[in-house]
């Protein structure tokens, strides 16, 4: 079982506001990965890291932004929430060299 | 470019009879071939992999998936169905570029799969 936690589980906020999702593993993968989801979609990769002050875009354009200030945590931000911004936001992380990617347990995020 | 499909959004299987949940890929190298499941209002879970060696890989939970490779397939299956199998199934590939880095995982549709009692 992969040490991968998300913090807030679940979240309803107002339009205009800031949130930060947390992301923090005990595995000291240097590898970091935010996926965004739509209930029952593909997943999409939105961020990633390779490690410690690296951090790149992925395929699907965000308008969140994260950081890599330390190898066990990765919180992405949202500097003005939106509607279009509801989703869920699943954090995983992988070893350098290892195949296998593992998740946390996902953020529900609902602007409202 | 990578690409994996799963050409059934929903399979429903009775209890005790056999699943398969189907995944085809498409890479220009050697995959790397990935399961995972997702539980109602929970993070994905990593089920099976597919590097190299045998083409039928098992994994967690009497889940088996098998590599085709002039099929290029690689779908989940499970001699007998449980209704807790009842959840999401993502097929995830990843292949290699020319310099030999990996590319990042690129993930299915998904596929609900409900086990009916």
């Known amino acids: 079982e992969a040490d991968i936690y998300q913090t807030p589980r679940y979240l309803v906020i107002g339009t205009g506001k800031k949130i930060t999702l947390e992301c923090s593993q005990t595995m000291g993968h240097d590898k970091m990965y935010w996926y965004q989801q739509d209930p029952g979609m593909e997943l999409h990769l939105i961020h990633y890291?390779?490690?410690?002050?690296?951090?790149e875009k992925g395929d699907l354009s965000s308008e969140s932004t994260v950081s890599r200030i330390r190898t066990e945590h990765f919180p992405l931000t949202l500097e003005s929430a939106r509607p279009s911004h509801t989703s869920q936001y699943l954090c995983?992380?992988?070893?350098?060299?290892?195949?296998?990617?593992?998740f946390g347990e996902g953020s529900w995020l609902t602007v409202v | 470019a990578q690409s994996v499909a799963q050409p059934e959004d929903q399979v429903n299987v009775a209890e005790g009879n056999p699943l398969t949940v189907k995944c085809t890929y498409s890479?220009?190298?050697?995959?790397?071939l990935f399961w995972y499941v997702q539980y109602p209002n929970r993070g994905l879970q990593f089920l099976l992999k597919y590097i190299t060696g045998d083409n039928l890989v098992k994994g967690s939970y009497g889940f088996e998936a098998e590599f085709n490779k002039s099929q290029t397939s690689f779908h989940l299956k499970k001699p007998s169905a449980l209704v807790s199998d009842s959840a999401l199934y993502f097929c995830?590939?990843?292949?290699?570029?020319?310099?030999?880095?990996?590319?990042?995982?690129?993930f299915g549709s998904g596929t609900q799969l409900t086990v009916l009692p």
């Open positions: 995830a590939v990843r292949d290699f570029l020319s310099s030999g880095s990996a590319r990042q995982l690129t």
């Open positions: 995983a992380s992988s070893p350098t060299g290892g195949n296998t990617i593992y």
């Open positions: 890291s390779y490690g410690v002050n690296s951090t």
């Open positions: 890479v220009s190298g050697n995959p790397y």
